[in-house]
């Protein structure tokens, strides 16, 4: 008993050490300084996270920041990394994915000198810089390439978690199909409900559904649900030719294999790199305050990837939608 | 004495009373099919969905089986199948799809043998054994993937780059079109006739697509259930769960064979990761497992810590969620389902004059009748917790007839009881 507890002990010194090292550790040279509080899934994940990350490494290298990048993995992550983040006086500290919501506000009430960036959110505050992505818009474009596209006058929809930043992302989809072709069928299926984490990590099951349709005849499939897309270009891969994903925030076509390429469609464009490079120049130049910024298709926050040249045929119409949405001659719903 | 007795033989439930009740509740069902018009009920691409997503929480409750019946609680499952979607990934990623499932349950297998050297050697307790085991996991492969992954296209400190190749999958031949052969059953489904339109959907979604990997778990049912009731070492493996003192008495090592114990339980959950990692998917991303070596434990539970029990209860929750997955609107037909066998169960209890089983049985009639009348839609937050839900009914009604192992959980040392 006695040698156990001297274990524990041993363990616990052990971990305070490490603690300590790592708060001792951030004391980085320069003064301008970006933290970047990633949400689950992180860099890597190929799309939402990933495109915060590029915002990033640009205001590293063309802004001269000193970037720190901490990484929730699980949800109960995001206010300590953000407090870590808060605590090593960063000038300026991007809280990346909606999820941030209850954390976010108090602290950055106890930070006043720094400003925080929250991508998906709103928060009242001086210091707080808001991002308003119109993904609705996007998504109107990639579902009028998707029914543009079809043979079959069917398509499909899969989302993460079920709740109204993504059924903006689905009312977006369908609206932009349903312009093209009134009678297309959108198929929509959702891997979780609200708060249920696993929605954005379950390849397993959004391939399960984007399979499914695909052998009932669909022919395209577009997916909001962070890491689970992956799921949905093996189902496309698996299914074989003629089947298309569309993939979602970055340009996936940069992530897939050769063979995985030859049925990536587009991706609706969300530009969390340019929001978080906008607020870094801000922070630099003395500009930013707190406050609520449109991104959409008239300032380019939003739109959809060329890459691969699949949409070429197609960009005309695509481009003519896009200025009567920019004119508001089209109006997008934002729920389905 | 009579627990020692009952250790030397299965218990077998008389096959033919078993065949009798799986033609009933499919006639049942098909029954429901023709009334709702929900074709996806039995259709083969709900059955295929339904037996990957069937295949990893299988394998997850013989994990649970095998720790238990050796007589050491494994709440650590989840954890030893991240390791295995981990390893199965790397393994999958560097050498190719066997070399990645063999990694996978050495992964497992790991897990496995920490969890032993933390419960038998320092006699740690075993439920927080088990709980450090998924933090540890978790974290850990983490950090792994910092080092392996991180910079590797499409790579990540989350999630690793996709694999080589892929586990064959076959489309067994004279069933379901294989080797240019007729899709013989494929022909009959679309017929849709009742109970062999349904016969015909269920048997062609088993035989079609099918990864050689699905195939492998669950035969391992059956050889579970060899090993442990038909073979000396399994008598001594399950009298480690059942009295260890007893089988120290009459010469077994129990201390070896929990150790042995224990890393077949990893072997499997680690199995069951790297399927997910492997054949579910075809690259490891963090999260992957999402709860599912808790549903395995719960499958056990509900499966009376016996193989062919696990199978059941991982099939009824493979099934719900691949009929959400495939076909999300038929779901409210399995409230009809309920309602008619319920029903059924009311009319034999008058016919026996069992008031008491009468009364729940018309009860769950009327509830699952006026489910299926009102409810479109079933909310996602439902469907998530039916696993546990199921759980805790069987918990709650099947408790006097479940037997789990008498010393599961108890801490053993040997020569304790002098």
């Known amino acids: ?117 929250w991508i998906d959110g709103y928060y009242d505050g001086p210091n707080i810089i808001t991002t308003a992505f119109a993904e609705h818009e996007g998504s109107f474009l990639v579902g009028a390439a998707a029914a543009l596209k079809s043979q079959s006058g069917h398509i499909g929809f899969i989302g993460g978690q079920e709740i109204d930043l993504i059924k903006k992302f689905e009312a977006g989809y369908i609206a932009g199909a349903k312009a093209v072709n009134p009678d297309i069928v959108v198929e929509s299926q959702y891997l979780g409900a609200a708060g249920d984490n696993a929605a954005w990590g379950s390849p397993d099951k959004a391939k399960e559904i984007a399979l499914s349709w695909y052998n009932a005849g669909a022919d395209v499939v577009y997916t909001a649900a962070g890491g689970s897309g992956r799921g949905m270009i093996e189902a496309a891969v698996e299914a074989g030719d003629g089947k298309w994903a569309i993939g979602v925030d970055s340009d996936e076509y940069q992530f897939d294999t050769p063979e995985q390429q030859a049925h990536r469609l587009t991706s609706m464009l969300k530009r969390v790199d340019v929001a978080v490079y906008e607020m870094a120049k801000n922070v ?38 896009k200025k009567q949405i920019v004119a508001g001659d089209i109006v997008v719903p934002t729920a389905p | 004495m009579s627990g020692v007795i009952s250790l030397t033989r299965m218990p077998t439930s008389g096959p033919r009373r078993l065949l009798v009740l799986g033609f009933g509740l499919l006639g049942i069902m098909s029954v429901v099919r023709l009334i709702t018009g929900y074709d996806d009920l039995t259709s083969s691409g709900t059955i295929g969905a339904a037996l990957r997503l069937t295949v990893p929480i299988l394998l997850a409750g013989l994990a649970g089986l095998w720790a238990e019946r050796v007589g050491i609680l494994n709440i650590g499952i989840e954890g030893m199948m991240i390791l295995g979607t981990w390893f199965g990934a790397f393994g999958a990623w560097k050498f190719g799809p066997w070399i990645g499932l063999l990694l996978a349950v050495l992964g497992g297998m790991l897990g496995g043998a920490i969890h032993a050297v933390a419960t038998i050697r320092f006699n740690i307790d075993q439920v927080i ?80 697509n099918l990864s050689l990997a699905s195939l492998l778990a669950v035969l391992l049912v059956p050889a579970s259930a060899w090993v442990l009731w038909r073979t000396t070492f399994g008598l001594r493996l399950r009298s480690s769960g059942e009295s260890p003192e007893s089988a120290e008495s009459l010469g077994v090592d129990v201390i070896r064979i929990r150790y042995l114990g224990l890393l077949i339980s990893g072997g499997f959950a680690g199995l069951g990761g790297g399927f997910l990692a492997i054949v579910s998917s075809s690259y490891y991303r963090q999260g992957q497992t999402a709860g599912r070596g808790f549903i395995g434990l719960a499958t056990m539970i509900f499966g009376n810590w016996r193989p062919s029990g696990v199978l059941g209860g991982a099939a009824v929750f493979g099934y719900s969620e691949g009929l959400k997955l495939v076909a999300g609107g038929s779901v409210t037909g399995l409230f009809l389902f309920i309602a008619i066998a319920a029903g059924l169960v009311v009319i034999a209890s008058v016919v026996a004059r069992r008031s008491r089983r009468g009364v729940t049985a018309l009860i769950t009639t009327g509830v699952a009748m006026l489910a299926y009348l009102t409810v479109d839609e079933v909310p996602e937050s439902l469907t998530q917790s039916l696993p546990y839900v199921v759980t805790l009914v069987v918990l709650a009604t099947a408790s006097q007839r479940l037997r789990p192992p008498a010393r599961a959980g108890v801490p053993y040392r040997p020569g304790g009881s002098h």
Not at chain 1, 18 to 44: I, K, S
Not at chain 2, 178 to 205: N, Q, Y
């Open chain 1, 1 to 117: 008993m006695i040698k156990s507890k001297r274990l524990i002990a041993g363990a616990l010194t052990a971990a305070l050490a490490l603690t300590a090292a790592a708060c001792g550790g951030d004391d980085a040279g320069g003064d301008l300084t970006l933290g970047v509080a990633f949400d689950t899934g992180g860099r890597g994940d190929g799309t939402f996270n990933d495109a915060a990350g590029r915002g990033a490494d640009q205001a590293e290298s063309d802004l001269d920041y000193t970037v720190q990048e901490l990484e929730a993995t699980t949800a109960d992550d995001r206010g300590p990394n953000l407090e870590a983040l808060a605590g090593a006086e960063n000038k300026l500290i991007v809280a990346v994915g909606f999820a941030f919501g209850d954390a976010l506000g108090p602290i950055a009430e106890a930070n006043p000198d720094t400003y925080f960036g």
């Open chain 1, 284 to 321: 630099k130049e003395g500009t930013a305050a707190g406050g609520f910024y449109p991104f959409n298709l008239a300032n380019d926050g939003v739109g959809y990837a060329t890459s691969g040249g699949h949409v070429d045929d197609i960009v005309d119409q695509l481009e003519d939608f």
């Open chain 2, 129 to 208: 054994s088990g709980v450090v085991m998924n933090l540890l996991s978790l974290y850990g492969m983490r950090y792994l993937s910092e080092l392996a992954f991180d910079g590797v296209p499409q790579g990540g400190i989350s999630q690793s780059p996709p694999q080589r190749g892929a586990i064959p999958r076959i489309d067994v031949p004279f069933l379901s079109g294989g080797w240019s052969t007729p899709d013989i059953l494929g022909w009959f489904e679309e017929r849709g006739w009742f109970l062999i339109g349904d016969l015909a959907g269920i048997t062609r979604g088993l035989t079609t």
